[in-house]
């Protein structure tokens, strides 16, 4: 009988055949494997080592200037019929896409080694993870694959028996922006990448696989494959409430998955669980709720702004085995960025450090870690059924209008405010930074599918006997008239969370308001926090008459999907449209007291 590797190993005759690698390496994730593959690396100026006094086994990577984020334009989804691809995703041909890129990949490997990277996305023997090969020429690729995915012998075991995978081409190229394509050919269960060496764009895992790829299997399966982090919040009373949230790239998830409670909550026993901190498939389960796992095995965090204020279990994470990509260094040799203490001496160009040439650290520099390292990690991120779902949390950067927390009544006014999802753009992609747009689930740049069939999809897991989390949107970037922040954020956001598992457990009290259920000041706990009740009044304000100019513009957005758009979702911004309109603000306050 024919092995279920046949197909694999046709395969990478096939790329070799293509790329022509001077040699052939298949991973089976060894320890060996690695230090041959570092001690390389560190030979040919890929990695530098750092201090290994004060950061053992860690490792800083240059990228080339011209690849340091996501490349949106050049990030396409290849389907027969561009209906399906929807207006959110650049499209092209499949056929037109393979002739173009497989020109870029003719003879490309020459001179290099070509890496088989068999992966699992999830815990190794969990129903609901999924494997893939990646292909590449880059050992930097693989060397982060190993700590952000189960990789090697055990993954390639998997395959043999089920001899179903995601398979993804990858080549650093030339590194040419101008010969740059990263291609989804979800029908094919497929994808190419050229020309980038950058995380989401090279580590096919992650966001090409886990997301854009994911999330079109999920749809026509019946899950949900979302870019979301996964907390645990522990109460004093042992029991664990998971948290599944979704905020664009670069807005806080890392930092809210490894969140310190703040003193009075710690010494009352809460404890927080990073279960994962950038994706989350959920499956719904025999009794009905949604059980999530994290794909991802570590960490590719923002470094710039992890401090030990902010995030100081991401700090611990990353004192030793942590490739560094595009951070400063200190005189003697640590990694360094904006809101770490001390004194850069090289920017993240190789440069000595100097004002004048901007941010020191580049603004999307990264760290890539085992999860395992962290202190607040949850072992049950290894349960294969996952872990069981009870609020989903959507948020954006937004400084004005939005309220710090507000519950959405039910589940399709909780896709609406998902769908609704506006943040300003960040550094994790080229282009502006700081320009508002509506980012979906915070799935703009990930939904490998058209939107308009994505909110259809989260619509269709509200049937019966379906027990699903209750639905919120939060805010920790609303700014007062000085342009700074009003609430105080990191820690202090459990004060947000604590309510939430209340709502969930119908013991907090809110107001409910068009625009969903929002707490009074008297409902959060806000003991040892120093906030003045101004600012508070503005945190949980509804402005009426700026929540019209809103819901309008939400339905000009749906509309932009034409005939894919729900109509259950269009009624129900009609619903909230029709609600703002018959408001009586000073009436709702009397009656909340
Ligand atoms: C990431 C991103 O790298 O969202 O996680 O860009
Ligand atoms: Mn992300």
Redesign the pocket.
């Given at each position: 009988m024919a092995s279920q590797l046949d197909a694999l190993n046709r395969w990478v005759d096939e790329v070799a055949r293509l790329t022509q690698p001077d040699a052939i390496h298949w991973c089976d994730g060894s320890d060996e494997e690695s230090r041959a593959l570092t001690a390389q690396m560190l030979g040919d100026g890929t990695l530098v080592a750092l201090n290994p006094q004060t950061h053992p086994n860690c490792y800083l990577h240059r990228s080339n200037p011209s690849d340091v984020?996501?490349v949106e334009q050049l990030t396409l989804v290849c389907t027969r019929n561009k209906d399906d691809a929807g207006p959110n995703n650049h499209w092209m041909e499949p056929a037109e896409a393979h002739k173009k890129i497989d020109a870029l990949f003719a003879g490309c490997m020459k001179g290099r080694t070509l890496y088989v990277i068999p992966y699992c996305m999830g815990p190794i023997d969990s129903p609901i993870s999924r494997c893939g090969v990646e292909i590449t020429d880059s050992p930097y690729v693989v060397a982060n694959m190993r700590l952000l995915t189960r990789m090697g012998a055990p993954a390639l075991a998997r395959i043999e028996r089920e001899g179903k995978f995601v398979k993804g081409l990858h080549s650093v190229g030339e590194l040419d922006p101008e010969r740059r394509f990263i291609m989804h050919f979800p029908e094919e269960l497929s994808i190419k990448s050229y020309g980038s060496d950058y995380?989401?764009n090279a580590l096919l895992g992650?966001?090409c696989h886990a997301l854009r790829i994911a999330s079109w299997q999920a749809k026509s399966e019946g899950w949900l494959a979302e870019?979301m982090l996964i907390v645990g919040i522990e109460n004093p009373a042992g029991e664990t409430t998971y948290v599944a949230a979704a905020f664009?790239?670069?807005c806080g998830?890392t930092n809210l998955s490894m969140l310190i409670p703040p003193e009075g909550y710690r010494k009352a026993g809460w404890k927080v669980w990073t279960v994962g901190d950038?994706?989350c498939w959920m499956t719904p389960g025999a009794d009905g709720r949604l059980w999530a796992i994290n794909p991802e095995a570590g960490y590719?965090g923002?470094a710039p702004g992890t401090s030990k204020t902010t995030n100081p279990n991401a700090l611990a994470t990353i004192q030793h085995d942590t490739i560094f990509t595009n951070v400063a260094v200190t005189a003697d040799n640590q990694p360094w960025w904006e809101g770490l203490p001390g004194t850069p001496a090289t920017d993240w160009q190789g440069r000595p450090y100097d004002r004048a040439n901007g941010p020191v650290a580049h603004p999307?520099s990264?760290f890539t870690v085992s999860a395992k390292q962290c202190p607040s990690w949850s072992p049950q991120a290894e349960d294969a059924q996952g872990v069981p779902i009870s609020a989903i949390v959507f948020g954006g950067r937004r400084p004005s209008l939005v309220p710090l927390v507000f519950q959405a009544r039910d589940w399709t006014h909780g896709v609406l405010v998902g769908t609704a999802m506006v943040s300003e753009t960040t550094a994790?992609?080229t282009g502006a930074v700081g320009v508002l747009r509506r980012d979906s689930m915070a799935m703009k740049?990930?939904c490998g599918y058209n939107y308009g069939d994505y909110f259809a999809h989260w619509l269709s897991l509200d049937k019966p006997g379906a027990t699903l989390p209750k639905i919120f949107h939060v805010n920790w970037f609303r700014k007062g008239a000085d342009g700074k922040f009003l609430w105080p954020g990191f820690g202090d956001n459990l004060r947000v969370l604590e309510w939430i598992i209340g709502r969930c457990e119908g013991t907090a009290h809110a107001e409910e308001t068009p625009i969903g259920f929002v707490p009074g000041k008297r409902d959060l706990h806000l003991e040892g926090l120093d906030i003045d009740d101004h600012s508070l009044d503005t945190l949980l304000d509804v402005d009426t008459e700026g929540w019209i100019d809103e819901v309008a513009d939400i339905g000009r957005y749906l509309d932009s999907f034409g005939n894919h758009t729900p109509a259950a979702l269009k009624a129900e911004q009609q619903r909230v449209a029709e609600a703002l309109e018959r408001d009586d603000k000073p009436a709702r306050k009397a009656a909340a007291g």
């Open positions: 984020a996501r995380g989401g992650k966001k870019h664009p790239s670069a998830k950038d994706i590719f923002v999307n990264r994790a992609a740049p990930f």
